[in-house]
């Protein structure tokens, strides 16, 4: 089994801790995650990427087309990362949706693309939480992403309070995606 | 130092680790002892790790005022027997390249393993350079490791490498290899190594006069040749065949990586020579390699470091394969490599029709984050000098988060070359034109370069004025301590050094202290400054928005009063805070999530319908 991930938004919303939890989770199958993330300049407000890659790849680098999901934390930032999808891919985007709908579906040639309204499905801003609402979404949608495992990626890497808040944004997002996305076992 | 039994239970595990993580997992694991560096991108997290991890093996760590100054710091104590390291990114490398050249000839004590970051693409630097010509040009022995679990245990080679011979070893990553992360199983941890060596009976090679010189260049060029054939170290070299063909690639690095992808993604047949020595090149292998196979490809990211040398041994040998490179165009010379660059190699190789490869998407540019004190600086600075009449003023700036200050609005960056060069290369404008020049200059960059240059400005009589931009930390690579701090190091307890008593000390009569916060008070001060002939210097100080980040969040946030609002958008256009921002309808408003609660843009120069106000 293969699969490849890219994590898109700006500096300061979690853009790599996303990462690293998607890398854990992949771990903990024991299915051999490699991921990349750029630090520095771009560290600054501008666009952060990570990718992740599993099952036997060695270079986490992803090129147009080859992505299977896409999670952007920003909408300017989902869109202009949708290249990366490839033909079957899937988007997981943050986006004040039209009469605040917590999922709205669009399919585009072949590919799902999922507008979460983050503020919606936290019923307050949802800024802080976008990556853990995402994250509960993604596990959701992508079978090889236990929820069980994201819990415990959140309660070792954080704080007991911030864990908190963390499990209970994943849950939200995770309950939004079993209620939108049909079954898939 | 006895490890503790959970220390030692870490044996066997497996962990997500970065790459600059595992390097510096590397050293706790291989008895390093002692360890230097000024942060950079992409080298900075070895620091950060072993400042955090290095008491759990006993190893000392400083961050130093300099890259030059770390390593010499870091000789030292390899001369006194102890296992060293210093990590500095590419350009690092440059400042330190003065002691690195010449202490290749005279040798070393205790193992030392000098860890250099290459940022082809360049992320986040000012040039691509390739830092493998350093290795040359020294005639240092070089690794280059491809992945965390490598970084990790390459490290044991390089100590090695080092100590069987006596020299420095160059420790070669790149973006790629530095910040990628994967499981990497963990070995024990070792206590820091200490061998027998004496300074006073070394120092026929310690002194690098013209009489020594002469005998240690000579000696070293034969360790690199003993070193080119000792099988101790063939380990770090492997021949990958995938399938059966006498075709094949020579790779190292990130690269590696890439070409395994390719091959797989292509299903074809290939051999692979993986170097993890890459100075000098093993001699064995490479000479098994290039008569086992017809054609090769050699796939290295920047210059033709390793082609040079390959093809250069297919010479000498007189037959074998066939090499392609960069040098007959198969390879592009420029950024990283991708998949899609090295499959178009190989299928140039193989005779096959090259893919077309599509351009990256722009990335969104970086900003000041919120509640940056440079932002408050640069929007006043960039006014009083339009009210002096002074907009065309050359304005030269340095490396650190204000270079972003060359973007719009704020347009107060014309020149940025390289750490201190803002006041050096300011002043050589300034005795050019006979006209009065700025320089922009953070703390840490003035500690690390800026106080040669301050003083020979003084005494060149340039006719400048000097900003230092004190934001109490070196921000962009991670916020790291500079000398200003109080800073408990290994124990020991150090008081701050007085940037202001350094900048007098420079010859500098006009100084003043500002806050970058105070607009008023910083508007008055460099108007007044700019009638100043000579050198003046403002220190603008205000501390960097992401320390104490969570107190600063917990502060008052401000918004926007819509009624009072006259939608002038100066705030945004020319202030330009990422909190504020225009809703569908028109409306200003402030993200409070983002606001960070400096209250800056209520200030009446940035908003003077006094309509930002602090949310009650």
């Known amino acids: 089994m293969t699969g490849s991930y890219r994590i898109a938004g700006v500096g300061g919303q979690g853009v790599i801790t996303m990462g690293k939890a ?35 790849a060695r270079s986490p680098i992803l090129m147009e087309g080859d992505a299977e999901f896409l999670i952007g934390l920003k909408t300017s930032e989902a869109i202009s990362n949708m290249y990366i999808l490839n033909s079957e891919g899937i988007c997981i985007g943050n986006r004040i949706n039209p009469g605040r709908e917590e999922v709205v579906l669009d399919l585009v040639d072949g590919k ?21 609402i995402l994250l509960g979404f993604l596990c959701a949608a992508d079978n090889r992403m236990p929820i069980e495992s994201a819990v415990d990626f959140i309660s070792s890497s954080f704080g007991s309070s911030v864990s908190e808040k963390n499990i209970k944004m994943l849950k939200k997002g995770y309950e939004a995606g079993k209620k939108f996305i049909p079954d898939q076992n | 130092m006895i490890l503790s039994e959970e220390q030692k239970g870490e044996k066997g595990k497996k962990v997500l680790m970065l790459g600059n993580e595992a390097i510096a997992r590397g050293l706790l694991e291989n008895g390093n002892a002692f360890s230097a560096t000024y942060p950079g991108t992409p080298s900075s997290e070895v620091g950060n790790m072993l400042e955090r991890e290095g008491k759990k093996n006993g190893t000392y760590f400083q961050y130093s005022i300099n890259e030059k100054v770390a390593y010499e710091i870091a000789y030292g104590a390899s001369l006194s027997g102890l296992r060293s390291s210093v990590f500095m990114k590419h350009v690092g490398l440059n400042v330190a390249s003065d002691p690195f050249v010449t202490s290749v000839y005279t040798g070393i004590g205790g193992g030392m393993i000098v860890m250099v970051a290459d940022d082809p693409s360049m992320f986040s630097s000012q040039n691509e350079q390739d830092s493998r010509r350093y290795a040359d040009l020294a005639h240092a022995p070089m690794i280059e490791p491809s992945t965390p679990q490598e970084c990790k245990d390459f490290v044991r080679y390089a100590f090695e490498v080092s100590e069987k011979y006596s020299v420095p070893v160059l420790y070669r990553t790149s973006t790629r290899v530095s910040h990628m992360r994967a499981s990497v199983e963990l070995g024990e941890i070792r206590n820091a190594v200490r061998v027998h060596n004496d300074v006073k009976e070394m120092r026929g090679n310690t002194t690098s006069l013209p009489s020594n010189a002469r005998r240690l260049k000579s000696e070293l060029l034969h360790k690199m040749s003993s070193l080119g054939v000792d099988q101790d170290f063939s380990s770090l070299n492997r021949i990958e065949k995938y399938g059966n063909t006498r075709t094949g690639i020579i790779t190292s690095g990130s690269s590696y990586n890439q070409v395994v992808d390719a091959v797989f993604s292509m299903g074809i047949d290939m051999n692979v020579l993986k170097l993890g020595l890459t100075n000098p090149i093993p001699q064995e292998i490479t000479e098994k390699f290039l008569k086992e196979n017809d054609q090769i490809l050699v796939v290295e990211e920047l210059d033709p470091y390793l082609e040079t040398k390959i093809r250069a041994y297919r010479d000498i040998l007189g037959n074998g394969a066939v090499i392609h490179g960069k040098l007959d165009r198969h390879m592009p010379w420029l950024y990283e490599m991708n998949p899609h660059t090295v499959r178009n190699g190989i299928r140039m190789m193989l005779g096959q029709e090259v893919e077309k490869i599509s351009t990256p ?23 009083a000098l339009k009210l002096a009449g002074k907009s065309n003023m050359v304005l030269a700036s340095d490396i650190g988060c204000y270079s972003l200050s060359y973007y719009e609005p704020y347009s107060t960056a014309d020149i940025m070359l390289d750490m201190g060069a803002s006041i050096s290369v300011g002043s050589g404008i300034s005795i050019a034109t006979g006209e009065k020049v700025a320089a922009f200059i953070g703390d840490s960059t003035f500690y690390h370069s800026g106080i040669t240059a301050l003083t020979n400005a003084v005494r060149s009589g340039a006719n400048m004025l000097v900003f230092i931009l004190d934001n109490s930390t070196t921000a962009m690579t991670g916020q790291e301590p500079t000398p200003e701090n109080d800073a408990v190091v290994n124990g020991m307890e150090f008081k701050g050094i007085s940037l202001e008593n350094i900048i007098r000390a420079c010859g500098v009569e006009n100084l003043t202290i500002a806050n970058s916060f105070n607009q008023k008070e910083l508007m008055k001060t460099v108007m007044s400054s700019l009638k100043n002939d000579g050198v003046s210097v403002i220190v603008s100080k205000g501390e960097c928005a992401l320390i104490d980040r969570k107190e600063k969040a917990a502060r008052e946030k401000y918004m926007v009063v819509t009624e009072k609002c006259s939608v002038c958008r100066n705030c945004i256009d020319n202030f330009h805070c990422p909190a504020i921002q225009q809703d569908s309808e028109g409306h200003i408003f402030i993200d409070p999530v983002q606001c960070d609660g400096c209250g800056m843009c209520s200030d009446i120069y940035v908003c003077p319908f006094k309509a930002i106000e602090v949310v009650q």
């Not at chain 1, 989770?25 to 599993?54: A, C, T, W, Y």
């Not at chain 1, 999922?114 to 503020?119: K, Q, R």
């Not at chain 2, 998407?361 to 006014?383: E, Q």
Request: contains cysteine.
């Open chain 1, 22 to 56: 998607i890398s854990t989770i992949l771990m903990m199958e024991k299915l051999d995650p490699v991921m990349s993330e750029i630090h520095g300049l771009s560290q600054r407000g501008g666009s952060v990427v990570s990718d992740v890659k599993f099952g036997g």
């Open chain 1, 112 to 132: 799902k693309i999922y507008w979460i309204d983050c503020d919606s499905i936290a019923g307050h801003d949802a800024s802080g939480s976008v990556n853990m």
């Open chain 2, 361 to 383: 998407k722009p990335a969104s540019r970086p900003d000041f984050c919120p509640g940056c004190p440079h932002r408050s600086s640069f929007y006043t600075i960039k006014r």
